[in-house]
């Protein structure tokens, strides 16, 4: 069965600061990994996703993350937050082939200003 | 507007009586699913429909009922909903099954007393 972990429940960084998230994942075959984002007050929106090809996906607003399969991470990056990032951040993944979509618990980012 | 309709999103209900909240989309997707969220759990996968009348379990399908006689339409019904369903509630479409963007709805809050 698939599964994903996500490490750090609650970052507080300072605007300009560097964040990456961990999101690590359980399955031996080929995934799909998604990081979604819920800003407070609004819908879960998809932020970038990978499905095959490079390895470093770049999403909006300025995210990217990089699949590592040998560690099976899929750990989301951004060189300078803002306070507007400010949000809880989903990792998911769907193993290939199959229809179930796992979630991580989430990180809640506060950006202070 | 593409988009995906919950109703109602707050209801707050007694346990044991019969509940049902609709989902629709407007984006024609075969892919719908609902999710429940609690804190330090993340989002949880309940059931997911990959088409009309095609209906299988997520993580937790227990004390849940489903339905999909149409394609824009995945109402979740609760038969004799417990205190432990208290939670918020998401529903989401994609266009190409599990294994791609999930565009999710406003969220329910439930509670039960």
């Known amino acids: 069965a698939q599964s994903v972990s996500q490490h750090n429940h609650h970052v507080i960084l300072s605007e300009a600061a560097s964040l990456e998230l961990g999101c690590n994942y359980s399955y031996g075959g080929t995934v799909n990994l998604f990081w979604y984002v819920q800003y407070p007050g609004q819908h879960l929106q998809l932020l970038l996703k990978?499905?095959?090809?490079?390895?470093l996906v770049k999403g909006i607003k300025g995210f990217e993350a990089e699949f590592i399969k040998s560690k099976f991470s899929f750990n989301l990056r951004k060189p300078s937050v803002q306070w507007s990032d400010t949000a809880e951040y989903f990792c998911?993944?769907?193993?290939?082939?199959?229809?179930?979509?796992?979630f991580g618990t989430g990180t809640k980012l506060q950006v202070i200003p | 507007e593409a988009q995906v309709t919950q109703n109602p999103r707050y209801l707050i209900t007694v346990t044991g009586k019969k509940l049902t909240v609709t989902c629709s989309q407007n984006?024609?997707?075969?892919?719908m699913s609902w999710y429940r969220q609690d804190p330090g759990l993340g989002l949880r996968q309940i059931y997911y429909?990959?088409?009309?009348?095609?209906?299988d379990k997520g993580d937790v399908p227990e004390g849940y009922k489903v339905s999909r006689k149409e394609k824009r339409n995945f109402p979740l019904i609760l038969e004799s909903p417990s205190p432990n369903q208290t939670s918020l509630y998401f529903c989401?479409?994609?266009?190409?099954?599990?294994?791609?963007?999930?565009?999710f709805g406003p969220g329910t809050r439930l509670t039960v007393l």
């Open positions: 984006m024609n997707h075969e892919y």
């Open positions: 990978y499905f095959s090809g490079d390895p």
């Open positions: 989401a479409s994609s266009d190409g099954q599990g294994s791609d963007t999930q565009y």
């Open positions: 429909s990959m088409n009309v009348e095609v209906t």
């Open positions: 998911a993944v769907n193993a290939g082939g199959y229809q179930k979509v796992t």
